[in-house]
Nanobody, 119 residues
């Protein structure tokens, strides 16, 4: 099983960016999916998560600016980021809890995609 993230880049403050992440491999079921981020010199933190039923949770710092969605048929998760601020600069990682050929639930991480918010 692999998670492949894409969509990072350089954006000006106040701009928008959309990240995508696709899970592939021997997948039988996907439970919670999430986006994390890690800024330089800081610990990785949860940005937000989405359940298999579509319920979402967000950290206070991104609530009302970021939106998470998923496509259960394609095993993908997206992160729409609006009103970006310089403090949103970080490497963004997708995460998924997946039931595969191992016949147990395992957590998988994407490779990370860099988002830089700067003028």
């Amino acid at each position: 099983v692999q998670l492949q993230a894409s969509g990072g880049g350089l954006v000006q403050p106040g701009g928008s960016l959309r990240l995508s992440c696709a899970a592939s491999g021997s997948i039988l079921s996907v439970n919670n999916m999430a986006w994390f981020r890690q800024a330089p010199g800081k610990q990785r933190e949860l940005v937000g998560s989405i359940s298999s039923g579509g319920g979402t949770n967000y950290s206070g710092s991104v609530k009302d600016r970021f939106s998470i969605s998923r496509d259960n048929a394609k095993n993908t998760i997206d992160l729409q980021m609006n009103s970006l601020k310089p403090e949103d600069t970080a490497v963004y990682y997708c995460y998924a809890s997946i039931y595969g050929d191992s016949r147990r639930w395992n957590g998988y991480w994407g490779q990370g995609t860099l988002v830089t918010v700067s003028s």
